[in-house]
């Protein structure tokens, strides 16, 4: 069977690093390919890169979804700016003395947005992290015009940090598919109360999905969760 094709953009972005945006993005695109559905994922903007272990990068995960083996030019096609340095992309950019220009990114992730099928973009970091001056994720998403899938996290601090980025989000008038909640670290914060207490800002409200990272519920959460993405077109 042919695998559909349609031609959408989607941004994956979340309130830190460490929260899963990866690891989503991954199960996003085993889904879709379930589904017999093109779709294609990118990080185009990657700091902490170990050349000697490709393997454990972000960018070899999102290959994998492929069913190829991934190698550094594989990985370049999907990652072009990577950093050594595990900071912030702009700073590593200057210790490394490499080009970082927010121009240059933006254009490579339009002509990768006209590509068909889903074309899925990982950003580096939360929404504010800063690419050129005061351009950042944010403009990024913006400019490409996608709609976002926000990934946080249950920690005690994440319903604030949640609310902020949904309000900036919305203030850019860009559209949220959905907000998930992933618990990939253990701690007693109630992950339905994280939820509650999310939603009691927001009229009308967020569509939320809780993750419970690497558990077998996952897949049932994901499925729910690419069924939003698919529905959101």
């Given amino acids: 069977m042919k695998k559909l094709c349609i031609k959408k953009n989607i941004f ?3 309130t830190g690093t460490n929260l899963g945006k990866t690891y989503c993005l991954v199960e996003i695109l085993k889904e879709l390919a379930k589904k017999k559905i093109m779709a294609n994922g990118y990080k185009p903007i990657l700091s902490g890169f170990n050349s000697n272990n490709i393997a454990d990068s972000d960018s070899y995960k999102i290959l994998q979804t492929r069913n190829i083996i991934p190698d550094i030019n594989l990985i370049k096609e999907i990652t072009p700016w990577l950093f050594k340095s595990p900071i912030a992309p702009s700073i590593a950019a200057m210790k490394e003395k490499k080009t970082l220009k927010y121009k240059e990114v933006l254009k490579w ?9 889903i ?3 990982e950003g580096a970091g939360g ?3 800063p690419i050129e001056g005061k351009k950042t994720i944010l403009n990024l998403m913006q400019e490409l015009e996608c709609k976002v899938v926000l990934i946080v996290g249950n920690y005690l601090g994440s319903v604030s940090h949640t609310i902020s980025a949904i309000k900036n989000i919305q203030h850019e008038n860009i559209e949220i598919i959905n907000v998930i909640i992933n618990k990939n670290t253990d701690n007693n914060i109630n992950i339905q109360d994280t939820e509650n207490l ?3 800002v927001f009229n009308p409200k967020i569509k939320i999905r809780k993750v419970f990272q690497n558990d077998n519920s996952a897949n049932i959460s994901f499925k729910k969760i690419t069924d939003d993405i698919l529905s959101s077109f």
């Fill in 198 to 200: 999310i939603n009691s």
């Fill in 127 to 129: 929404i504010y992290v």
């Fill in 119 to 121: 074309n899925i973009f």
């Fill in 109 to 117: 992730c339009l002509e990768k947005s006209n590509k068909s099928g």
């Fill in 12 to 14: 994956i972005t979340s």
